[in-house]
């Protein structure tokens, strides 16, 4: 028996190819989430580093509309989105007049868990199907070993004979199939785990903006008596 890539391909059975062609896919669909979401994460990283330093000075100096308007310019930074989250609020609710000041500082407390549930939800696409194909390609791959055995019986059923000839195919089937589910089920299990830690790191960091935020927001609420904010 050929035991080249091509002579094993054309010695399965349509439904082991159809296994390995499914197996393929997931592996293709696997790689392209993982370099979508660590090019995602990757600019989130640098462009949240970029603008925590720049709107530290901002806020300092109470130029909040300005620091609204530097968020618009790091559209992929989680911690920009929660920031920017707290600020508008805060100023639309400050603008109003009607409201107290501890009550502004509570809406915009709102604001920025709203937007830090939105951006880890964002944050997390694509990452439950890496899951989903890292624990399900081991069984796919079980499936085409049981094929194969199939098959590896039937050809031996129909030589009458139990050599290597009668078996090869059916194996070669097996063996083939199950390497393939674990080659696409390991890389997704890492990639699966290494960007869930990472989405974890995110969520701190968005977390510990957000408290730093209403910190800053409640003394501005306070220094301003409750006023409207310029």
Known sequence: MDMSFQGIWFSMGPLAKGIFILLAFLSIYSLGVSIERWWNYKKAKQQSVRFALEVGQLLKQEKLKEAIDLAKKYKNSHVAKVVSAGLLEFAYEAHGGSIAGHDVVAAAERAIERATMMTVADMKKGLGGLATIATTAPFIGLFGTVVGIINA??????????????????????????????????????????????????????????????????KEAGSHGNSSVA
């Open 153 to 218: 019986f039937r050809g031996m059923a129909a030589s009458g004979a139990g050599g290597l000839g009668a078996v090869s195919a059916g194996i070669s089937e097996a063996l083939v199939t199950t390497a393939l589910g674990l080659f696409v089920a390991i890389p997704a299990v890492w990639a699966y785990n290494y960007f869930q830690n990472r989405v974890d790191r995110f969520t701190v960091e968005m977390s510990n903006s957000g408290s730093e935020m209403s910190i800053y927001l409640l």
